[in-house]
């Protein structure tokens, strides 16, 4: 259901499923039906209205797909849809306010995913650390041989930054999941004095915090996330770097599990560096065309709001695909440590302070 | 079947289409079918595999996407699927050539439809121009008031930059839809002499030009259709800015037919602009991803080759978006001649060579 | 002294002055004499060494720009120009050290100046809010006529918008700001037991925060330095955008101080805005080629790493080029209410929530 | 003069003189002057006034710099500079006409530059593939070992698309290099039927074709320049990406020149290597900041036109940059054929049809 072939190294079956038809399309009546539930509550709309508007049959995605190109909004046909079952659909919301509210739906799950596979990584990595406290190896600067270091050192460092990362980021997921909610021009103007009431049992009945402000063209903590992820995409990728040039026949250092070659079945590929590294390349761009939007038009832009859903949806997908590829690896990663000595080629390496600092890492 | 809710404005129905599942699926069987065909027929494989291989049912479009992670490509699991029916499928071949030449499949077809909606742009505009050669409006920079112009010689500057953008675009295409086939490393070594006949069979099979070497890690040729792309969006931007600018109620020089809103059904927006607009937002971030991928590594990249796949099918869906919206707006723009007049306030107002500018732009 | 005709509009004076060749060399001496200082004080080195190091003549910066393409960094013909002095200079340190560091102690100078200008902004927007708490004026939605607000709460937006990314910015000037020091493959291998006490009054030297391990190749810091630069460029650019598409000669509701044009003597032109405009341009690309640059190759990059310099150079005078801009703008605008309202054109316009919302977005 | 360390690896000597503040403002004056004269000529303005703008001191740039702020345009503090002179200066430009047009006079000194050291690499990589037609060494594929080809096939596969590239971006420049001279809003309405032959008689002046209409907003020209620049990038960086892998010391196949390290005397490192890829590195973002640019208002733009000078110097450096330093490496390139046999481990390789492929890359 999920499947899209084309895209398939850019994201991991569980969080396609995050942003497939089905999920959007649920976080969008999600909207609507709390919207109704909340309204009918205060008597804002008929106490049937509600029921009417939750339990009417789930429009068609790809018809609501189809139609949002008319008016440059997937909001717009929903509603439609939905009006013909109850004209108090959508009731003084503006098609913003269902949008951005689903994309924050969707986030919220995202970010579960996110925190428990860093979590995952994070332990990994501490272990690896631990385990190699003593591996010494061959440090490399410029792809040139430097000095000795140890791979306990080398991993607490990859431990270290991608723990930074998620923090970072995790952070920046808490700003910014709120409710989206402000009407025409963002002043609740259709509700009168039941506006603010509204907009706290709409956050409530969606379990989103206390409503603030809306921020219908102030995109920096949705920008902000963003940024995070690709910060930590990039870590990631320096990770899954460093792995595939350690794992280069020639060096054999580590290998990860790795995967097949159509034309040579004995071949062991870095595959799952292959896929973060793919993630990586593809990061920077998305973060740009985030930026890009930022110059939004007064009250509701006109295009860079409306760039935003897909790329938000690369963001969070390459940022797992990434996430998942590393920690998969790293799960599985043989390491070599008579290689690693043995390429090092000294008798009494000294590693100076590495154990000093590794330990320092692994409290960051 | 192609539905994507979450990227609804970011693609056409009809190019989600040439990127739908079935189509890649479709496009890679092709390849192995081709190839197939072209071995039996010079005694490589036996010649009933190329039928078996022929009949055997599509392989499911899911469990690829969900395979391909393991290996860094859909084409292990795409043989491998095909291997239970034939041995002799994808003999001699690599992962590589049939998820390139998968992909020049798809982008000579994708070419197709930008060609014929580009030609019905140009001629749009064209007439546009010709419509309003007389017609004077003010001039405007760094959005102020400047000196007066026509909106013929407007609409010709609009013309010649999708006109010149186009043919760039065009010769990207022509230069890069060519086979892919060169085997493990790129020397086709599998095939002994039969290698460049082989080849050469191949690219008849598939409808493709004659082939030259394998081009595994170097991908000018798909960047510059890339970054002509890129430009060519740009141009179709500018139009929408202009025409979102010239509609705004204050100004109200022309309108596109538009769309509605959810909150206020009187209103009408700038619609196909905004999807213009959004697509021309998310693309400078996707040129910047093609070309990040470019420093492949040796006979095959670790990263960037497996980057390029989903951004390319993102930069034609994205570049056909913006043309589809705008040739739409263009199509069905109401242009005010008398509210132009009296935004100018001039009695007699000098458009000096505007009029052999325009005619000038109209024959570039 | 510090001009660049070429970037005139990419900067300021002052912050241009903080990356001139004079400031640049300046502070990669700053940290080779505090590095010789601290080991002649642990007598790591002679004691005369420290003083023959700090008195040697600067050496030519454009000499020094020359000779690093050979060594693909400027440290090393720095150090061999120290060196012609006292053979102790640079003693166990790493190119990377002087080179990082000297960057950090450039991007404090560049940060104390954000934070004033970010603060006279701050001040300037709310006390522009608070004065148009009660100006009524049209909310504008995709550049559409929408429902009424206030330039008080649409002023607040703004406010809002700016101290969230600039306190963003700020943690992470915060995290970033410390001592590089490793040595060749960040183990400070050369220093044997004397290592971390070294580090810790070359740290104290330099007036930067006590060192923990060295960050050679995790970049994070960095890159959420200039992430959130990006951010805060972007809702700047959002400023402009509103303040000249509001200033446009049909709308007319706001004008800035601005600048006259060279072939039309009496016209106005929005520059302040353009600059911030030009700036947010520019920004996303910027971001993207930081985290390009991200996947660093084991202990040292082979080009990651070199790539930074420069593009966090331009990261930071951009973002103040915007900063500067907007402050501009806003100290100067002209607000007119007659026109907001006439443009309004309605009897009894109902903000709704507007004012209630302007508060809560000034306690943000 | 030219010296500005912070950017020291991202430009070369020769190139960065191109853009240095006395080239831009000369090639500034050069329009102006040229102006003047044709203007003189057709008794535009009077006789003597051309000489005695011809003759005026040059302004200092570091104060157009500063003032440039003040109106978004280095354009107006010129003028009013050469006004003190004669008030005849720049009688009926735009100031976009004289900035479009210095760019375009320094670009074409670039172009010069760059082809020259594009047929210096060409023949340097024809050469290094004949020489090696021969040298049988590993294939690799995903960082792994696949299949045997010859060094001078790989090579071949470098030149190929150093030649393709270049040639793509000669042709853009081609295309782009021409007058800009439009005045206020395009129409050039200040010199009534004396329009064309001034334009003609311009051009003339300055070395440039026959111009043809204005381009102020419509930047897909130079737009291409940056594209077909970023392409050419990208295959040097990929070179660069080659060398510096082949030249690990546990691969050691080749080595560059190199240089030093400032920790370590005796380590060689792969120097030119990194500048090259430092370049790839910050290009794709350089790219993205101009598409970014593209969407230009009306009929001189705010904050995308303003945003290309700096981004365009940029490109150019940075491109030559790359170019340079590949040159360098391939120039003194050490190959090591006994390596590249022993890292291959086969008593009879197979390197297929790399021979055939190697010839016809050569003819590309």
Not at 121 to 135: I, K, M, P, V
Not at 205 to 223: F, I, K, S, V
């Amino acid at each position: 259901l999920t499947s899209n072939l084309i895209r398939c190294l850019g994201t991991t079956e569980e969080m396609a499923a995050v942003f497939s038809d089905d999920a959007v399309l649920g976080a969008m009546l999600e909207f609507e039906v709390a919207l109704a539930r909340a309204q009918a509550r205060l008597d804002i709309i008929p106490p049937d209205a509600a029921d009417i508007i939750a339990s009417a049959p789930a429009p068609d995605a790809a018809r609501i797909a189809r139609e949002a190109r008319q008016s440059a909004t997937p909001a717009i046909p929903l509603v439609k849809a939905l009006r013909a079952h109850s004209e108090f659909a959508h009731f003084g919301a503006t098609s913003q306010d269902v949008i951005d509210t689903s994309l924050v739906l969707l986030l919220k799950r995202a970010a579960g995913i996110l925190a428990r596979d860093s979590a995952r990584l994070d332990q990994s990595l501490r272990e690896l650390s631990d385990r190699h406290a003593g591996t010494v190896m061959l440090g490399r600067t410029l792809l040139q041989p430097a000095l000795p270091i140890t791979f306990g050192y080398k991993a607490a460092g990859w431990y270290a930054s991608v723990r930074r990362s998620w923090r970072r980021l995790s952070g920046r997921f808490d700003e910014a999941l709120r409710l989206q909610f402000g009407g025409a021009a963002g002043t609740l103007a259709s509700y009168g004095g039941q506006a603010l009431v509204l907009a706290a049992e709409l956050a409530k009945e969606l379990n989103l915090p206390a409503p603030g402000p809306p921020w219908h063209t102030q995109r920096d903590r949705l920008a902000a996330i963003v940024g995070a992820s690709g910060i930590y995409a990039g870590v990631l990728g320096k990770i899954a770097r460093d792995v595939s040039l350690l794992m280069q026949h020639e060096v054999g250092e580590v290998a990860e599990a790795g995967g097949g070659s159509s034309a040579m079945p004995d071949k062991r590929n870095p595959s799952g560096c292959v896929v973060a590294l793919a993630a990586a390349t593809r990061m920077p761009g998305l973060v740009a065309q985030f930026l890009t939007g930022m110059t939004q038009e007064h009250e509701r832009a006109a295009g860079g709001w409306q760039a935003e859903w897909q790329t938000m949806a690369d963001v969070v997908q390459t940022t797992h695909s990434a996430l998942a590829a590393v920690a998969g690896v790293i799960d599985e990663l043989t390491v070599f440590p008579d290689r690693m000595r043995s390429n090092l080629d000294q008798a009494q390496p000294d590693t100076g302070a590495a154990e000093h600092f590794r330990r320092q890492l692994l409290e960051e």
